[in-house]
């Protein structure tokens, strides 16, 4: 109990820092935007105020997915967080149409931006903190299985994607004098947003069809399972996601001779074992005689 709290406390922190960040740039890219009339860095500014939406939504997911299981929910509130996840990404695809639709309206009626040098300035800035910030919510989400936490670190990835991409399309356009620089990198931040969109569910809509573990996860059991000479043989080993939770579940066969008590101490060895390397782990194992030599 004490391990799942001190996981779900890391989850809440993480979710925090990128609550802090995304307003920051928010305000930030609005405050420029406005002020220069560039529509990619006011495109950026509500890419990042989705982000920002999107991380109050994953902290109060991940919040309400680490509550213990209950009398009408048995097996935990882990999916929580691909529902909220999901809620992320239909903001996503708003979003990269929304910016689509203002790049296009732009090319068609031109535009005569102000203050380019301090839109690089903050994009560069924002991609900058971003890059910092979404490696660290990815390498957690990943370490912690928390979808609602991987989502929102690959929002902030596609933003550091997108600040250098608008940064690069503004120096072209100072140098040039090209107008239409501006309002068609606005486009592509929306293409590369939408295709963002396009990633990330595919990984929930893997969760939501209770998608098994991959092979090397499977191999991690099995190799489990060698270490106890009592187990004879296993089969129907299976996996499946709920939010961070992996649920484990299989069939091993002993000596029939072998007594109920030494057949369950196997039992809790393998779940301990598992938790182990797996942590947040349900495991149920299925004892079975084997008569065959």
């Known amino acids: 109990m004490t391990g799942q709290y001190t996981a779900g406390a890391e989850k809440k922190r993480v979710i925090l820092l990128s609550i802090i960040s995304n307003a920051l740039l928010v305000v930030i890219k609005l405050v420029i935007g406005f002020a220069s009339g560039l529509v990619s860095i006011i495109a950026e500014a509500l890419h990042s105020a989705n982000d920002l939406i999107a991380s109050v939504i994953a902290y109060f ?5 680490l509550e ?6 048995q097996f935990g509130h882990g999916k929580i967080e691909v529902i909220t996840g999901t809620i992320e990404n239909m903001l996503i695809l708003l979003i990269a149409v929304y910016i689509m639709y203002e790049g296009i309206s732009k090319l068609l009626h031109g535009t005569s ?5 301090a839109g690089i300035l903050v994009m560069v800035f924002s991609g900058c903190v971003n890059f910092v910030v979404s490696r660290y919510l990815i390498k957690k989400g990943r370490k912690l299985r928390s979808i ?12 550091v994607i997108t600040s250098f991409g608008v940064a690069g399309a503004l120096v072209a356009m100072k140098l040039s004098g090209i107008w239409w620089l501006d309002p068609a990198a606005a486009v592509l931040v929306g293409l590369w947003i939408f295709f963002i969109f396009i990633g990330l569910m595919k990984k929930l809509v893997s969760q939501v069809i ?6 090397e996860d499977i191999k991690k059991i099995e190799d489990v399972l060698k270490d106890y000479g009592e187990i004879k043989r296993h089969h129907k080993i299976r996996t499946r996601h709920s939010g961070s939770t992996i649920f484990i579940d299989m069939h091993i066969q002993v000596d029939p001779e072998l007594s109920v008590k030494d057949s ?8 301990s074992r598992l938790s182990d390397i797996f942590g947040d ?11 065959k030599k």
């Open 264 to 271: 369950h101490e196997i039992t809790k060895k393998i779940e």
């Open 113 to 117: 931006p102000e203050l380019i040098e």
């Open 148 to 159: 609602g936490i991987e989502v929102d670190g690959e929002h902030l990835r596609a933003d």
């Open 68 to 73: 213990p299981p209950d009398s009408g929910h």
């Open 281 to 291: 782990a349900n495991v149920l194992v299925h004892v079975e005689p084997c008569y």
């Open 210 to 215: 209770d998608s098994a573990l991959p092979p």
């Open 61 to 65: 997911g991940v919040k309400k997915s």
